[in-house]
């Protein structure tokens, strides 16, 4: 589970690009966290990953204050981040050790889901290459698999679906609904809305840094004139000003 | 010539642009300036006694143009030198070429926009050692205002020769290099070789100098006016040209001088422009990248290893240095270029058996404290704990999100650049051992301590780079080019442990070695435990997420 509470954040100088977020993610469930483009989404994530400082207000990840006992909540959460060039010189397998050396991942268990994952990610053969000569795709992969070699009890994806062929987004949403079927929590953000209705159980909307709805589709149509269609609630919910 | 100097503008940007950088950077700058200042002074006033002492001598004989003669040659060594380095890096090792392959660009274009960097760079060379002599030179010889004149058009003339020669050389040498059809591998092969050139020129210059032949001929060519300059310079003609020109600017001789020198540089511009033309875009281009592998289970079985953290880590950190050409170059090989440098000088002149007078020097007291001020200034000059951070560039992002305690990442960084300072250290060993044969006793105090000085370097450094890190960058040379870091960490080094030498060597109450040796263990231990506790300091400050 994931609490937001009270979180304000500004970049230096700056007004503020979070103001007074509150939210709390549920277990077992895929919630999208939706807002266009610069709404605070990436920075919101960083937050709650601890790459960034928070200004004011506390996250707690499976009651773990990311502020506070960082290296706990780190160790429960597994972050795909928006950028997927992440030390470009190692080789796949290589970075895959090292992650696994960081989250104490036995060898047995790691071989094993190494083979499983890349191989349904089809990056198996690419694994003795530098993520240097990955495409951003096989990027993406590289890091997803990375991600599960732990199986984290809270997994959050940062615009995952940007840059993956249909297949791999499949496989990725596949992947998605094992990880929230398990009754871990699956927390994912993007700009569109393709994969709203096919994937989440929650969304959560944000725009300027305010969040502007929470709860099901359902609720969504209920609370909104039901017969608008996704596409237009959600332009008229984040076109204010 | 309009396209030329449009890309020549995007370039410099690129490479000098203000973006990012903090005024407190250019404080930094400032203080380490108003550091270097009194050494300044020392340079200039050593060299205006040196130059007076031989205009004196040389004068009377009509000898003088020798001085102007030395410096334009040594000024043209040093340059070339420079000129390998700058090259090498803005013509093949920066990423940025690939993106302007794709214009209609003319390659002579490309080649004349590169190089504006370098001249840049050359030009700062040339006035550090050019400019200071020559005003001296003028103020000693009462030279008349033509004199100065000429002096600063040759100034301007000065970085064209060696550029253009280096430049030549290196683009052939690239072209058919790349028959490795590995990019990386090319580069770090080009960078090792270059530096390989520069030992083994003068190596050779050492091996041709026989003291009794040159003095023999020095006699004959002493009779004549201006004759020893000719003969220095014979073999090299920019040299002679420029030195008639400054010393005799004010007759036809010099004037003639000059107009030969405008054409000379004239011909190597438009060769090094042909040159490039011909041979610089293939030269890029054959550098290929990757070849695909094949992946089996058992490959996956032997490949998963399990380390602690750690260790992990450190592996991570030296797997990336030894694999990015620059970090190569930068972090290992220019930290065993002067080692090396070093050792092959003093086993040539050992050989010859004229190194007793630095053996007295190296005993008791005195002998410890040069050694660990040496050691100090070599295991400093090391670029790998200042760029500890800076290198991660935008995978530092991972450090954070990662369950990794920030101490623990710092630690890590320090153990790799410290493990690097072991290949100058182990280079030290072989010289002291081997070469020098230092006394034993000295040698058993030196190694720890400068193993230990290693430590409080490395952290030093680390702890430079974390206040203000480089991370922003798309060319890994960022790191390394206009940041003052490294200086900043040099002097900073030898400041507080230059003083407390200078101390310690003038101070009676302090005699023997033992006594000098546990002063300086205890002094390095509490320079670490400094930097340990600033470290930490830091790390409860958030600096490691505020960068
Ligand atoms: N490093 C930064 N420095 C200053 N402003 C930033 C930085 N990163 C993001 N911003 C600003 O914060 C706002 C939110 O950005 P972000 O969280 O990346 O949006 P999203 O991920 O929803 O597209 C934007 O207005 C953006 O310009
Ligand atoms: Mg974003």
């Not at chain 2, 200039?44 to 031989?54: M, Q």
């Not at chain 2, 200042?386 to 960084?413: C, D, M, T, Y």
Request: glycine share 6%; proline share 4%.
């Amino acid at each position: 589970m994931i609490e937001i509470k009270e979180v304000s954040k500004h970049y230096s100088g700056q007004r503020k690009v979070i103001n007074r977020l509150n939210l709390t993610i549920p277990d077992g469930k895929i919630v999208g966290f939706l807002g266009p483009n610069g709404a605070g989404k990436s920075t919101t994530i960083k937050m709650m990953t601890g790459v960034l400082p928070i200004d004011e207000g506390v996250i707690t990840l499976d009651g773990n204050d990311i502020e506070k006992k960082p290296l706990e909540a780190k160790r429960i959460i597994g972050y795909v981040p928006d950028r997927p060039d992440l030390f470009l010189r190692l080789k796949g397998l290589e970075y895959l050790n090292f992650i696994a050396d960081i989250y104490d991942v036995p060898k047995e268990v790691r071989q094993e889901r190494i083979e499983r994952i890349t191989k349904q990610f089809s990056i198996y053969n690419s694994l003795d290459d530098y993520i240097q000569s990955y495409s951003h795709g096989m990027r993406q992969k590289i890091i997803v698999t990375g991600v599960l070699l732990h199986d984290p009890s809270i997994w959050i994806l940062d615009e995952p679906l940007t840059g993956l062929d249909p297949k791999s987004a499949y496989i990725l949403k596949e992947m998605m609904r094992e990880h929230a079927n398990k009754g871990k929590t699956v927390f994912f953000s993007s700009h569109g809305l393709e994969v709203v209705e096919q994937l989440c159980d929650e969304v959560a909307i944000i725009n300027n840094g305010e969040l502007l709805f929470y709860g099901t589709l359902e609720d969504m149509k209920e609370t909104y004139k039901s017969d608008q269609s996704l596409e237009q609630v959600f332009l008229e919910l984040t076109s204010n000003e | 010539m309009n396209k030329t100097w449009k890309l020549i503008r995007i370039m410099l940007k690129m490479q000098y642009s203000r973006v990012g950088k903090k005024n407190s950077e250019t404080a930094l700058l400032v203080i380490a300036l108003l550091f270097l200042l009194p050494m300044a002074f020392v340079y200039i006033s050593v060299v205006r006694n040196a130059l007076t002492a031989f205009y004196n001598v040389l004068e009377p004989l009509g000898q003088e143009s020798l001085i102007i003669g030395i410096l334009l040659l040594t000024s043209h060594i040093i340059l070339l030198f420079v000129s390998f380095i700058t090259i090498l890096s803005a013509f093949y090792f920066a990423e940025d070429i690939d993106s302007f392959i794709p214009f209609p660009l003319q390659p002579y274009q490309l080649i004349l926009a590169k190089s504006a960097g370098p001249m840049i760079y050359l030009y700062g060379t040339a006035a550090l050692f050019y400019l200071p002599v020559l005003f001296i030179y003028g103020g000693v010889s009462s030279a008349s205002i033509l004199f100065y004149i000429a002096g600063m058009m040759i100034f301007l003339l000065l970085p064209i020769i060696p550029f253009t020669i280096a430049g030549i050389l290196l683009m052939f040498i690239m072209r058919f290099v790349n028959i490795a059809k590995n990019k990386d591998r090319s580069k770090v092969i080009a960078g090792i070789s270059s530096f390989a050139l520069i030992i083994l020129l003068n190596v050779f210059i050492r091996l041709n100098t026989d003291v009794d032949v040159i003095m023999q001929d020095a006699a004959i060519f002493i009779r004549e006016q201006d004759g020893l300059l000719r003969w220095i310079t014979a073999f090299y003609p920019p040299a002679y040209f420029g030195t008639m020109t400054l010393t005799a600017i004010t007759i036809w001789n010099g004037i003639l001088s000059f107009f030969a020198s405008i054409a000379l540089h004239a011909g190597a511009i438009i060769l090094f422009i042909w040159a490039g033309q011909l041979l610089y875009i293939k030269g890029v281009l054959g550098m290929g990248t990757a070849n695909k592998s094949n992946f089996s289970d058992a490959r996956l079985s032997k490949k998963t290893k399990v380390s602690p953290v750690w260790l992990s880590y450190i592996k991570k950190e030296l797997r990336i240095i030894f694999r990015t050409p620059t970090f190569l170059t930068q972090c290992v090989v220019s930290s065993l270029f002067a080692p090396i440098f070093l050792i092959i000088i003093l086993f040539m002149d050992s050989s010859s058996g004229n190194i007793g007078g630095l053996l007295d020097g190296v005993t008791g007291k005195h002998g410890l404290l040069i050694l660990f001020l040496g050691s100090l200034l070599i295991v400093g000059t090391n670029a790998t704990s200042i760029s500890g951070i800076s290198r991660e560039g935008k995978s530092w992002h991972a450090n954070l999100f990662l369950p990794l305690n920030p101490k623990q990442v710092l630690l890590s960084k320090i153990a790799t650049a410290w493990i690097i300072n072991l290949f100058t250290i182990l280079l030290a060993v072989i010289l002291f051992v081997f070469i020098i044969k230092l006394e034993w006793t000295l040698f058993l105090i030196w190694l720890p301590l400068a193993l230990l000085a290693s430590w409080f370097s490395s952290a030093l450094g680390m702890y430079l780079d974390l206040l203000q890190p480089k991370l922003n960058w798309t060319d890994e040379q960022e790191v390394f080019k206009s940041r003052m870091i490294g200086l900043i960490g040099i002097i900073i080094q030898l400041g507080i442990f230059g003083i407390i030498v200078l101390l310690l060597w003038n101070l009676n109450i302090i005699n023997g070695i033992y006594m000098t040796a546990a002063i300086l263990y205890v002094l390095i231990i509490i320079g670490i435990g400094v930097m340990h506790s600033l470290m930490h300091h830091k790390i409860k400050q958030k600096q490691h997420q505020l960068i």
